[in-house]
């Protein structure tokens, strides 16, 4: 018994991040385009084990892309020669570059 209560006392020091918990769903997008000027909207992703696509919505238009996860980075290709490259933080959030590094997009979990 008493190593049951240790055990179980050690439990959130273990607790798994929140992405564990998976990458579907609906986010809040903000970010910042080449030219420093702002966006925000809105984005849909859905996980299928390593696979992602996503869907952006920002200023009436919308964007789609596939990619992969590997780790804590997930690479989407969008139609643009330079894809979007995000790292999955331990909050849940994905934050990303396009443009070769010259733009900006911060992901947000909407739970």
Same mark, same amino acid.
């Given at each position: 018994?008493?190593?049951?209560?240790?055990?179980?006392?050690?439990?959130?020091?273990?607790?798994?991040?929140?992405?564990?918990?998976?990458?579907?769903?609906?986010?809040?997008?903000?970010?910042?385009?080449?030219?420093?000027?702002? %966006?925000?909207?809105?984005?849909?992703?859905?996980?299928?084990?390593?696979?992602?696509?996503?869907?952006?919505?920002?200023?009436?238009?919308?964007?789609?892309?596939?990619?992969?996860?590997?780790?804590?980075?997930?690479?989407?290709?969008?139609?643009?020669?330079?894809?979007? %490259? %995000?790292?999955?933080?331990?909050?849940?959030?994905?934050?990303?570059?396009?443009?070769?590094?010259?733009?900006?997009?911060?992901?947000?979990?909407?739970?």
């Amino acid at each position: 018994m008493r190593h049951a209560l240790i055990t179980l006392a050690a439990l959130p020091l273990f607790a798994l991040p929140a992405f564990a918990e998976g990458l579907t769903g609906s986010y809040t997008v903000e970010g910042k385009n080449p030219d420093g000027s702002s %966006y925000f909207g809105t984005a849909e992703l859905v996980e299928n084990g390593t696979a992602v696509s996503l869907t952006w919505t920002v200023a009436g238009s919308s964007f789609a892309g596939a990619g992969i996860v590997d780790g804590k980075l997930i690479t989407v290709q969008w139609g643009d020669p330079n894809p979007v %490259y %995000y790292v999955i933080t331990p909050s849940g959030a994905l934050h990303g570059t396009w443009a070769d590094g010259t733009a900006l997009d911060r992901l947000t979990p909407m739970r």
